[in-house]
């Protein structure tokens, strides 16, 4: 019947209905969430687990004891119930433009306080002295992925990139100490990505995270975390404001490179320029 109940009711509700069922590290969670409605629908499972001072799988059993398949689909049915009235007035025609450009702003420099300069350092270096370097995303930060393996090739760095997960797992499964794989991944809860991480760490290789979330699932195999900051809340996964942080850090990373190699990078970006040359009427 709680299975149903998922579907239709609010998720406050469904939790309300149950908590005469609750086991004591139940109410741990069902009281950190009530308390704190706005933030959860930002949080990682791993946030919330520490939050709540009860280990993840409590976590998972307890939603799934609801009748949510897990953390996730838990926080879209919440999202839809806690959602402010301010953030939705950000789809009204006077207001949303504004909007838009001051939360891109806001992201980016919120996204500049958090930078680690010693583990962007650390990434750079590692990046530069691999020769097999390799960039884990899927969905939107796949797209992102993407695009940092073609800034990555503008300066004479060769680097693949995989988003499809059967496709990462292959890929990890031949890789030794001498690989570096950036894994992006907003959430760090991506179960798809984290498996092929996790497959990586076991064969050895340096592994450099860019993500939201200094503790997610994710950031447990990572050598160097890199951080943007731009929560999204599960109702609106994959928009521009969280991907223009991630192409920040990926900006931070190939500029980086680049003044290491100055000389080299400039050649080959004249070089790539002459033999484009032709492509343009």
Do not use: W
């Not at 969670?29 to 919330?48: F, G, K, P, R, W």
């Amino acid at each position: 019947m709680v299975q149903n109940q998922a579907k239709v009711i609010k998720p406050s509700i469904i939790m309300e209905q149950n908590k005469q069922n609750f086991t004591k590290s139940e109410n741990k969670i069902y009281n950190y969430i009530m308390s704190n409605a706005d933030q959860v629908i930002y949080h990682s499972l791993t946030e919330i687990s520490e939050g709540c001072k009860v280990a993840e799988a409590t976590v998972l059993r307890f939603f799934r004891k609801l009748g949510f398949k897990g953390f996730q689909d838990f926080k879209f049915s919440f999202a839809q119930e806690v959602i402010t009235e301010s953030e939705a007035e950000a789809h009204h025609e006077s207001t949303y433009i504004e909007k838009i450009k001051n939360s891109m702003v806001r992201a980016v420099e919120d996204s500049y306080d958090v930078i680690d300069v010693e583990a962007l350092d650390a990434a750079i270096s590692a990046i530069e002295s691999s020769n097999d370097v390799v960039i884990f995303g899927v969905g939107s930060s796949g797209i992102a992925g993407m695009d940092m393996q073609n800034r990555l090739m503008r300066v004479g760095k060769n680097v693949g990139v995989v988003t499809d997960p059967h496709s990462q797992v292959m890929r990890a499964s031949s890789m030794n100490e001498t690989t570096v794989v950036i894994a992006i991944s907003l959430t760090g809860s991506t179960k798809d990505i984290i498996d092929s991480v996790k497959i990586a760490k076991d064969k050895a290789a340096t592994i450099v995270v860019l993500t939201n979330y200094v503790k997610s699932p994710l950031t447990q195999f990572a050598d160097q975390v890199l951080l943007s900051s731009a929560k999204e809340s599960p109702l609106n996964s994959g928009s521009l404001v969280a991907k223009i942080t991630q192409l920040y850090l990926i900006d931070l990373i190939c500029t980086g490179l680049t003044l290491r190699n100055f000389d080299e990078a400039e050649k080959m970006k004249m070089m790539i320029t002459e033999n484009t040359a032709s492509k343009l009427y």
